[in-house]
């Protein structure tokens, strides 16, 4: 790879790249561009980041479907184990393809109809979406307090997930509303918790321990964050015996774990 990298300063000049967006300009040895390469090739090929962005789909590098969160906050989750898991989430796609895959049950609460048709006829009987239409342009006071006030009529679950519609206010009032149906020793997750700091001081002065999950997502171009909130009777199952694991990208190397 070398022999390209050393010209690639030249063919990116040629080419008229522009300094803002270019790794090929930096300031760096051959060898250094080298390695920048290989990192980027974690994402690109091992987390599927040029097939999300190439598909616009929150996919991996299988083409299988993956929640809309930050890449570390992903991995962690696929590290647990769910199965015997109930799951609410204000919001609905491909983190309902994914969850649908790992736990006992799935419900969304939908806003949008058109999103709520497509996919409703992509998932399994573990799911139920539930649509409550909201137009996020005009504010309506009604609807927003019919959408966050859904879960009124559910049960309760050992997972939520907060996302869905981001109008003021409203995640932070679905979060307080949800609340009150999470099990004890249940996991709440906020994604683009980063744009919600009040919501998740709320959390955090309820006694919830909040885990912080900074990095790049599917399709986007710009890190975000999503939290994990739990409290001290949360539990974590490991999906295998040699939980942590290896990280996605990572060296293989000497283990202690034995059979």
Not at 12 to 29: F, G, I, Q, R
Not at 57 to 69: E, K, M, T
Request: a negative charge; charged letters at 25%; hydrophobic letters at 35%.
């Amino acid at each position: 790879m070398l022999r390209y990298v050393r010209n690639a300063p030249l063919i990116a000049s040629k080419l008229k790249v522009t300094h803002k967006y270019s790794l090929l300009l930096d300031e760096a040895t051959p060898e250094q561009l080298d390695k920048s390469l290989l990192a980027w090739r974690i994402f690109k090929r091992e987390h599927g980041y040029l097939r999300s962005l190439v598909e616009n789909r929150c996919v991996d590098a299988q083409g299988n479907p993956i929640p809309w969160y930050t890449y570390p906050a992903i991995e962690q989750l696929s590290s647990w184990d769910f199965q015997d898991s109930d799951v609410l989430e204000y919001g609905s796609g491909s983190s309902t393809l994914w969850w649908m895959e790992r736990v006992k049950s799935v419900t969304s609460i939908e806003n949008s109809t058109e999103w709520h048709e497509y996919v409703s006829k992509r998932v399994n009987e573990k799911c139920q979406v539930l649509l409550s239409p909201v137009d996020t342009d005009n504010d309506d006071e009604k609807q927003i307090a019919d959408y966050v006030g859904a879960v009124s009529r559910l049960g309760t679950f050992d997972v939520i997930i907060v996302d869905g519609v981001n109008n003021p206010g409203v995640r932070m009032e679905c979060a307080r509303k949800a609340l009150n149906h999470l099990n004890p020793g249940g996991l709440f997750i906020i994604d683009n918790s980063d744009w919600l700091p009040n919501t998740c001081r709320m959390m955090r002065d309820l006694g919830f321990i909040e885990i912080d999950f900074k990095g790049l997502g599917p399709m986007n171009v710009h890190a975000e964050s999503t939290s994990l909130f739990f409290k001290a009777d949360f539990t974590i199952k490991p999906r295998n015996n040699d939980h942590p694991g290896y990280a996605i990208g990572g060296l293989h190397m000497y283990s202690d774990y034995t059979s």
